[in-house]
């Protein structure tokens, strides 16, 4: 028997201090008449607790038994306090403190100081059962029972076991003496378990007050000369819904593969099919904007994902030369089973003021989330075509179009091209993702190469402004029709855009499919009777790169592209790219 106790904490400490001057660009927003100054600190505190008992026994030498029992827990407290205020004395970096603002006491502003009140804690009881029958048959259940404060005292707890098994093939007796000997070892696998996820921010099953709705009673409030009369009377009102009833989000998944060695060990495959089912998604639930507050988490979907995983990999050793090879890939599908409203659709991403419109969505059945927009059909390349493109009733279909225009695609087929002809026009999710990595060693040199990649995915290229009409564009836009014969895929130039040429639409939809050197690195190892003067023990010197060479035929800064929200996997929106780096180094023994 064994008892391990452990405590551990966190502390972190960070702030912001900024200032801003008067200043003028442009209109639309890009002009400031009135300097401010900000200040705000920030402190966390995490301690995490974990107490486990561990038995072990084996029994006629061939029953290896271990049983675990245990108990974590952690909590995370965070506290802020800011303030902010106006019209600094004068223009001195040195002076552009909170002290040095001189607007009227309404414009000061505090904020924070939340203590004690703005926490997460999660607690987690845990027991796990080991069995091992002559390394030749595997079982391992566990079963945990975990309780967060993000969920209210309705369903603050829940439970999810876990259950796998193994197989050592060979290890039978009718198999030992009697496998090819090119074969090694062969496994069998399969696992089942559930998992849960808490992540939906503190506090959403209830309703927190909100401050800041003030009014000012026996007087009123001049919009257009900024004056105030009367008295203010400072307000609260609750920021969202809440629903107690929201619960753990619960993901069951399967798997089943089986991992293999041949030819001394020197060639090594597995493979792994595994099915998903994620249940009660953690998401908003869509209220009427008139409800005047923060929609309610709830649990409100049902995802399904399926794929493929395989490995395989070489290593051998020729007199001083040593290389390894292992290649990697994954297949994967998922499908939305059951968003959780009454039409089974939701839109995740809309830019209006640039003319784009919705143009991301989720939608029963279908792969989660996809593109959504126009299909198109190149571009109206003289007024006779644009007069040609009629529908049965000989009605033109794009009535405000020109020449250089782009031509849609009266989808669905009743005679007209609006919002009913969008429709599914890529995804972001890659059907696989893959790696390589090589290595190689000889008398004191080696190397090391990692590739990864993609395929099977699209981006949606959205590298341009999307909050205003008028706005520079990707270079790709020297390409655009500008005469008869010019272009059949970029429309023409026009401040006016009559046609909306630049709504969503397939013309965005581009191969993101990418191969890249994500690190390279190679090394030397200088001879002892070299570094053994110097009183060193080894010292070796290496040059390393990071995302060194990639192949793709997207034309964007990056296909690589980080997007944050998961909905909006795939989306360019002009992001700084990853940089290329090249390290020097050296590592040295004594």
Do not use: C
């Not at 945990?144 to 603050?156: A, I, Q, T």
């Amino acid at each position: 028997m064994k008892f391990k106790s452990s405590y551990g904490f966190d502390l972190a400490f960070w702030g912001d201090d900024g200032y801003e001057y008067p200043y003028f660009l442009a209109t639309q927003g890009k002009d400031v008449n009135q300097s401010s100054v900000w200040s705000q600190m920030n402190r966390g505190y995490k301690w995490q607790v974990e107490n486990v008992f561990t038995y072990n026994k084996l029994f006629s030498d061939i029953h290896n038994l271990t049983f675990v029992l245990g108990q974590s827990a952690q909590k995370y407290t965070y506290r802020q306090l800011g303030g902010s205020d106006y019209d600094l004395l004068g223009t001195n970096p040195i002076l552009a403190t909170i002290n040095a603002a001189t607007a009227d006491r309404d414009k000061e502003r505090i904020y924070g100081g939340t203590g004690g009140y703005n926490f997460t804690s999660l607690a987690s009881y845990f027991g796990r059962l080991d069995y091992n029958y002559a390394e030749r048959y595997m079982l391992q259940a566990t079963v945990r029972r975990d309780g967060s404060s993000r969920f209210g005292p309705n369903n603050k707890w829940a439970v999810f076991p876990a259950l796998s098994i193994g197989w050592n093939v060979l290890n039978e007796p009718f198999f030992e003496e009697n496998h090819p000997e090119w074969i090694d070892s062969f496994k069998l696998r399969f696992s089942w378990g559930k998992n849960g996820n808490e992540n939906i921010g503190n506090f959403r099953y209830t309703s927190l007050m909100d401050g800041g709705q003030n009014y000012y009673f026996g007087g009123g409030y001049s919009v257009a000369t900024a004056t105030k009369t009367g008295t203010m009377q400072y307000g609260t009102s609750p920021s969202a819904l809440p629903n107690p009833n929201v619960k753990w989000e619960e993901s069951e998944q399967t798997d089943f593969g089986f991992d293999a060695r041949f030819l001394r060990n020197a060639l090594t495959f597995s493979f792994d099919y595994f099915k998903k089912e994620t249940n009660g998604m953690l998401m908003d639930q869509p209220i009427p904007s008139y409800v005047g507050q923060s929609a309610p988490i709830g649990n409100v979907g049902d995802m399904e994902n399926w794929g493929l995983e395989f490995e395989l990999g070489w290593r051998q050793t020729i007199g001083d030369f040593k290389y390894n090879v292992v290649a990697n890939a994954s297949y994967l599908r998922n499908k939305l089973i059951k968003l959780g409203n009454a039409s089974g659709e939701a839109i995740y991403e809309t830019a209006g003021a640039s003319g784009l419109g919705s143009f991301i969505k989720g939608k029963n059945g279908e792969v989660w989330p996809f593109f959504y927009g126009y299909k198109t059909d190149g571009i109206f390349q003289n007024q006779e075509e644009v007069d040609g493109y009629v529908n049965s009733k000989g009605q033109k279909y794009q009535p405000k179009a020109q020449a250089g225009d782009v031509r849609f695609i009266d989808f669905n087929g009743d005679g007209t091209i609006d919002d009913n002809d969008k429709t599914k026009i890529g995804k972001g999710m890659p059907d696989w993702t893959f790696g390589l990595t090589l290595g190689a060693e000889w008398k004191g040199f080696d190397l090391s190469f990692f590739f990864q990649g993609t395929q099977g995915n699209d981006m949606f290229d959205f590298s341009m402004r999307g909050d205003i009409p008028a706005m520079n564009r990707p270079s790709w836009i020297l390409e655009r029709w500008h005469g008869e014969g010019t272009s059949n895929t970029i429309p023409r130039m026009t401040s006016a855009d009559p046609n909306g040429n630049w709504r969503s639409s397939d013309l965005y939809i581009k191969d993101g499919s990418f191969m890249r050197l994500k690190t390279a690195q190679v090394g030397y190892i200088l001879p002892v009777a070299w570094t053994k003067k110097a009183a060193i023990q080894q010292l070796r010197i290496y040059i390393s790169a990071e995302n060194l060479l990639t192949f793709t035929g997207y034309d964007g800064f990056d296909p690589e592209v980080a997007t944050g929200d998961y909905t909006r996997i795939g989306v360019d929106r002009g992001v700084y790219p990853q940089s290329r780096t090249v390290y020097l180094g050296a590592n040295i023994s004594f």
